[in-house]
């Protein structure tokens, strides 16, 4: 879901219930120590990367899709709030 696009916010002043319930219980996840656990662990192993572990070019590109998974986990946070002020915003532009 992420973000909703422009033309499907037309005509609406607010997320849909749906969708505010959607954004909400990401932030109530976001709060609690059990995620903050789970991503300081995913920054840990990312960390724990060392360019001279990789064996060849097979395992380099294995450690890269790794990586980028890992990243994209370790910036999930940011991305549901950057979709959420977006989203937020388009509704201001079409109001």
Do not use: C
């Amino acid at each position: 879901m992420f973000y909703i696009e422009k033309p499907l916010l037309e005509g609406r002043m607010s997320l849909t219930p749906e969708e505010e319930k959607y954004y909400e219980t990401y932030f109530d996840l976001f709060l609690t120590e059990g995620w903050k656990q789970f991503i300081e662990e995913i920054e840990d192993i990312i960390d724990g990367y060392r360019i001279e572990d990789i064996k060849d070019e097979k395992h380099l590109n294995t450690v890269k899709g790794q990586l980028q998974m890992l990243q994209r986990v370790a910036k999930f946070e940011r991305s549901i709030r950057l979709a959420y002020d977006y989203t937020q915003e388009r509704l201001d532009d079409v109001a």
